[in-house]
């Protein structure tokens, strides 16, 4: 039996709380490094789907 005879094993997914950092910051206009948050990452998303469907 090789390796792609056996069943595909799920994949964790880990918990992601909305005010966790997710990798990566932005440099604020004071020079500060402020972390990207699962928040921050859905509201720009939400945003660029908001702006598609209106034509923007």
């Known amino acids: 039996m090789t390796d792609h005879d ?3 094993q799920p994949l964790a997914v880990p918990k992601i709380r909305p005010e966790d950092p997710v990798g990566g910051a932005l440099i604020d206009e004071k020079g500060k490094e ?5 928040t921050m990452v859905r509201e ?4 660029l789907e908001k702006d598609k469907l209106q034509g923007l």
């Open 6 to 8: 056996q069943p595909a």
């Open 34 to 38: 402020v972390p990207i948050t699962e």
């Open 44 to 47: 720009a998303c939400s945003k």
